[in-house]
């Protein structure tokens, strides 16, 4: 599987590498998706492409599933699972907080997960059952127990009413937190969860490439990634944490 991980970790910074070309290109086209909210721009689409292009060349019987052009089925039982451009939001207002992710999955589930931060150089990457690495460097995440001084990062998708049924949590937690970060980029969360800049982790809605390499990397630094069930109308939500942690911010949330 390392194997995997090192052709990941070459394509996120390769696609890294050319996002950055056209950050705070002020000429970049955009559009909107599901919502007036969710934008997509013609870096998402190009560094996708990018990136299936390098994984078909290197791979071509796997499977990839990517947040701008769909799944397409593979023979290998390997499946990738990509999110070119993690923080378009930010990228777009040239807000420095965006990230590569890149994941494998098989059919035990995910096996490498590479989140790659460009403005600041950062690669973290995990292999199933191996350590979580920063730069080639063991991570490993929060131990606290204690939610009042727990540092809680969240996050928010593009639907309105998932929106207003997470404010809800959120207005809950608050007061119950030391604080409460929203950087834009739940990929760049989870990867600094796993090296412990953030104590947890919450967010209702994620898409599987939102999750998949960073909750991967996260599990390689000891944390519970736990799945919990909807709250209002949102879709299924997830905590990351040490597991104490997890268990009191599942309670707050239930
Ligand atoms: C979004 C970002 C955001 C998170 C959303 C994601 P995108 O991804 O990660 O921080 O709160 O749920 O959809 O659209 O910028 O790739
Ligand atoms: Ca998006
Ligand atoms: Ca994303
Ligand atoms: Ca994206």
Redesign the pocket.
């Known amino acids: 599987m390392s194997e995997l991980r090192l052709l990941a970790e070459g394509i996120a910074r390769e696609a890294g590498a050319l996002l950055r070309q056209s950050f705070r290109d002020p000429d970049l086209r955009v559009s909107a998706k599901s919502t007036p909210t969710d934008l997509v721009s013609e870096a998402d689409h190009a560094a996708e492409h990018l990136i299936r292009t390098r994984l078909s060349e290197a791979r071509p019987d796997d499977g990839v599933l990517g947040?701008e052009g769909g799944d397409v089925e593979g023979t290998s039982g390997i499946r990738w699972v990509v999110?070119p451009?993690?923080?378009?939001?930010n990228f777009l207002f040239g807000v420095p907080q965006w990230a590569v992710s890149i994941a494998a999955e098989d059919a035990d589930g995910t096996v490498v997960g590479v989140v790659y931060d460009p403005e600041r150089d950062e690669l973290f990457s995990a292999v199933r059952g191996g350590p979580a690495t920063l730069d080639g460097r063991e991570i490993t995440g929060s131990t606290k127990q204690d939610l009042p001084t727990a540092l809680v990062g969240t996050?928010?998708?593009?639907d309105s009413e998932v929106r207003r049924s997470q404010a809800v949590v959120v207005a809950k937690l608050l007061p119950e937190v030391r604080d409460i970060r929203r950087f834009?980029?739940?990929?760049i969360d989870l990867a600094w969860t796993a090296a412990g800049r953030l104590d947890a982790y919450y967010?209702h809605?994620?898409?599987p490439w939102?999750l998949a390499a960073g909750g991967l990397i996260c599990e390689c630094a000891g944390l519970e990634v736990r799945h919990v069930p909807p709250v209002g109308v949102s879709n299924p939500g997830v905590i990351v944490g040490p597991p104490t942690l997890v268990d009191a911010l599942a309670g707050h949330l239930a």
Do not use: K, Q, R, S
């Not at 451009?85 to 939001?89: E, F, I, R, Y």
């Not at 996050?155 to 593009?158: E, N, R």
């Not at 834009?184 to 990929?187: I, Q």
């Open positions: 947040e999110d451009l993690d923080g378009t939001v996050g928010f998708g593009y834009g980029a739940a990929a967010e809605g994620l898409n939102d």
